[in-house]
């Protein structure tokens, strides 16, 4: 699988060289940008590959424009008129491939526009039953 598109605050002090509490401090004040996935704060990868000091000053839509490029499994679902459910399967399948970020599974848009969802299968039972009005 390719890098993963959201470190932990952990991997990403790791990676810049500081401490996790110094870390959290950047993103208390506004200064290292972050996204909430559920109940935990995510740091972007894009972020940690240009310079580290530049957080501050270059707007956060210009780093972070590769997390665009990610849906997740909700709006899969309703773009492709299927089931949440359906396209977790999917994934576990391996029909769709799609990254997991923190409890979040995201697919990028240029792999959705390459998945063919397999037919629906209709019902071969009739409509209404002999005996029964249309209402």
């Given at each position: 699988?390719?890098?993963?598109?959201?470190?932990?605050?952990?991997?990403?002090?790791?990676?810049?060289?500081?401490?996790?509490?110094?870390?959290?401090?950047?993103?208390?004040?506004?200064?290292?940008?972050?996204?909430?996935?559920?109940?935990?704060?995510?740091?972007?990868r894009a972020l940690l590959n240009s310079s580290s000091h530049a957080c501050k000053t270059v707007p956060i839509f210009l780093l972070c424009s590769r997390v665009l490029e990610y849906l997740t499994v909700a709006q899969v679902a309703?773009?492709?008129?299927?089931?949440?459910?359906?396209?977790?399967?999917?994934?576990?399948?391996?029909?769709?491939?799609?990254?997991?970020a923190g409890s979040v599974w995201l697919v990028s848009r240029e792999t959705l526009a390459l998945f063919e969802p397999p037919p629906r299968k209709w019902s071969t039972r009739p409509k209404h039953r002999k005996g029964r009005r249309n209402r």
């Open positions: 699988m390719s890098e993963k598109l959201l470190l932990t605050p952990e991997e990403a002090a790791e990676l810049l060289s500081l401490s996790r509490s110094t870390l959290y401090r950047l993103m208390a004040r506004g200064e290292m940008p972050s996204h909430k996935v559920g109940r935990a704060r995510r740091v972007p309703k773009r492709l008129r299927r089931h949440p459910k359906l396209v977790y399967r999917w994934i576990a399948e391996g029909r769709l491939k799609a990254e997991r």
